[in-house]
């Protein structure tokens, strides 16, 4: 898998999501990378989000971490793999995923990818889009 560069040496790998045994619950995996190999350790935080439409209306639904918290907290020398589950309200119809990587540090850097929400569905391993207007800008 080719990985997305953006920022101080950010990279984040492809997406992944599953559904569950529970109906509307999903597992996720992303990974993200510290490009400059490793030189120092990393600390930052995730978010992810889940674009779509909920009674017609758009909507957007934040990803909590195990903690309740809206970020994902990051800590790594050479990459992090990120595991989770959300749920989706049986009303909501999501279309993207929107992943932004915040770096802190004295080079922060930060990284920002959209995914096709019915790609992933289907089990297929998607590379992210450099922006939300749904035109592949690789």
Do not use: C
């Not at 990974?31 to 209306?57: C, D, M, P, W």
């Amino acid at each position: 898998i080719q990985a997305e560069r953006e920022g101080e040496g950010l990279r984040m790998r492809a997406m992944r999501i599953s559904a569950t045994s529970q109906p509307e619950r999903y597992a996720y995996t992303l990974i993200v990378v510290n490009g400059t190999y490793g030189k120092k350790k990393r600390k930052g935080s995730a978010t992810i989000e889940l674009h779509g439409f909920e009674e017609g209306q758009p909507s957007v639904i934040k990803v909590k971490n195990d903690n309740a918290g809206k970020t994902i907290p990051l800590n790594f020398k050479y990459f992090q793999k990120l595991d989770g589950m959300f749920d989706i309200p049986a009303q909501f119809q999501p279309n993207r995923i929107r992943v932004v990587v915040k770096m802190r540090g004295l080079k922060p850097a930060s990284i920002e990818k959209w995914y096709d929400w019915p790609l992933l569905k289907a089990g297929q391993e998607q590379e992210a889009r450099q922006d939300n207007s749904g035109v592949n800008l690789e």
